[in-house]
């Protein structure tokens, strides 16, 4: 396995359009050739060294798929994954690489114009903490489904394969005088102070620069530019920038009303991952909560008496403590004793994170209960109510919808009548399970099709929502049965050590009231 034999490139790269019939006869094999196949073990290493000397005279994407943790050849790796470690102080360390062998092989890569999608399947531990610089330096992405998640795997590579793609790219960011850019953040290489090396670019990838001022800025404004320079599919080099003129104000309130809050919530979510990758989680959740603390105190401080007693946000971040609850219960930093967060799935997050629009991220942030159906009201024609995010909103003769991000929650309450359930093709239950004056639905045959066509356009607007980076599946729970995953999700419940919304309002309500 470290003498890997491999063809020459011209003899395996060709066109797509006139080797189409040759690829999908090799990918119906696949399935049949190794269906007899004993061995379980993982040459992924040296799989993975053979693709990149393959497409170095050429450059591209590689999709790389792994089930299993290395164990032959080079890059081979031993299960590392510790349950005691879980939720304690070291977990951390589990989130660290156990080697430097793929963030060489990434750099290799990178050089050559070569970008890595990792795809991680099934549920054992491939020890992702040690895979994730492969993708990491090629400005790639990891895609992590587990036996819950899969079925999103087929839409979500029909997503990699068709999205604009732009090739052999390289990223610089020129400020004015008196401003730096100090940390950049998202999979890339940085190449030099202003330059980032992107051997692929997609438009499902974001990247988060910093700016810090050097010195007083005299001037009213200041000036940010971006040049990308890239390949086209067609083969076409062009240079795309972007200059934003930005305003330069004494006014602290002028500022503050300024602030972008999802631009902010990214900022701050990017840094706190920054942090716990080689700190412990609470740590880095502790530090981005003093950030908010400061903002809070800083208002306080320029407020009128009468104002003292309130905790005060402009109208521009009035959202950001909720998105801050939100994003601690996700895998990236969570800290739930309940539900133990596997290192992969943690590195899984902080990935997804760092690289996805925050706009198709606040699903994760906001995890409201949509109604979608109650005996007590008619809601046909009309939007789904909302519900807090609680134990208590769960009725067992309603049906609920949380998206969550990775997937789509849908809570059956067991009063719920077969007629509902088979309307929105869900699983039915056994009607003597329940009291007879439950099986009986209050609403015509008519609004039955108008309610079930209303709750599949909130699941797949849902879906929509996150889909530029993750495909989220509908996931179904149990009749009047919840799981721990949506408990941890309920963000108006405390799920130890997390606390609910309330408490972490009030906890930073008291923390803004210390001199």
């Not at 040759?22 to 399935?31: A, D, K, R, S």
């Not at 990149?52 to 591209?60: A, F, K, Q, R």
């Not at 999979?187 to 010195?215: I, K, M, S």
């Not at 609850?325 to 899984?348: E, Q």
Request: aromatic share 8%; proline share 6%; net charge neutral.
């Amino acid at each position: 396995a470290s003498d890997v034999y491999k063809r020459q490139p011209e003899d395996l790269i060709v066109p797509l359009g006139e080797s189409i019939d040759l690829i999908e006869g090799l990918l119906e094999q696949l399935p049949v050739m190794f269906a007899d196949n004993k061995c379980v073990d993982s040459c992924f290493g040296p799989a993975l060294t053979a693709a990149i000397s393959l497409m170095t005279p050429v450059g591209g994407k590689i999709v790389a798929s792994v089930g299993s943790i290395p164990t032959l050849g080079e890059g081979k790796l031993t299960a590392r994954y510790d349950p005691s470690l879980v939720g304690q102080p070291k977990e951390y360390t589990m989130s660290v690489p156990a080697s430097d062998w793929y963030k060489h092989r990434s750099l290799a890569a990178s050089q050559a114009q070569i970008s890595i999608d990792l795809v991680v399947n099934g549920d054992a531990h491939v020890d992702l903490a040690t895979l994730a610089p492969i993708s990491r330096y090629t400005s790639g992405h990891i895609y992590r489904y587990t036996s819950k998640t899969e079925e999103g795997f087929t839409k979500q590579m029909e997503r990699i394969l068709l999205r604009n793609t732009a090739f052999e790219s390289v990223l610089r960011i020129r400020t004015s005088s008196k401003l730096t850019a100090p940390n950049f953040f998202g999979h890339c290489f940085v190449r030099g102070a202003d330059l980032l090396a992107l051997p692929l670019c997609d438009e499902d990838t974001t990247y988060a620069v910093q700016l810090n001022v050097t010195e007083k800025l005299t001037s009213n404004v200041a000036y940010v530019q971006f040049a990308l320079l890239y390949t086209t599919s067609t083969r076409e080099r062009r240079i795309r920038v972007h200059t934003f003129r930005l305003g330069v104000s004494n006014s602290p309130a002028k500022v503050m009303n300024g602030l972008d809050e999802l631009a902010v919530a990214g900022m701050m979510t990017k840094t706190c991952i920054d942090m716990g990758v080689n700190n412990p989680i609470a740590v880095a959740q502790q530090k981005t909560t003093d950030r908010l603390s400061a903002i809070l105190k800083y208002l306080k401080g320029k407020v009128q008496d009468r104002y003292l007693n309130q905790m005060l946000l402009p109208e521009s971040l009035k959202h950001l403590p909720q998105i801050l609850a939100g994003f601690y219960r996700c895998a990236a930093v969570r800290s739930i004793s309940a539900l133990d967060t596997l290192p992969d799935d943690r590195v899984a997050s902080m990935s997804l994170f760092m690289t996805s629009p925050i706009e198709s991220l606040t699903s994760m942030f906001f995890n409201w209960l949509y109604i979608v159906y109650t005996p007590k009201e008619k809601q046909v024609g009309s939007d789904f109510h909302e519900a807090p995010p609680s134990l208590s909103s769960l009725r067992n003769d309603c049906l609920f919808l949380m998206e969550t991000g990775f997937v789509v929650y849908a809570f059956i309450g067991k009063y719920v009548p077969p007629q509902v359930l088979e309307a929105y093709g869900l699983p039915l239950r056994d009607p003597l399970q329940s009291p007879v004056e439950y099986n009986t639905c209050p609403f015509t045959e008519d609004e039955l099709v108008t309610l079930s066509t209303q709750y599949r356009d909130t699941v797949d607007r849902f879906q929509q929502i996150a889909s530029p980076c993750q495909v989220s599946p509908l996931e179904v729970s149990k009749h009047g049965q919840t799981t721990k995953f949506l408990q941890a999700c309920l963000v108006e419940d405390d799920a130890k050590p997390a606390v609910s919304y309330l408490n972490f309002l009030t906890a930073l309500y008291k923390k803004a009231q210390e001199k």
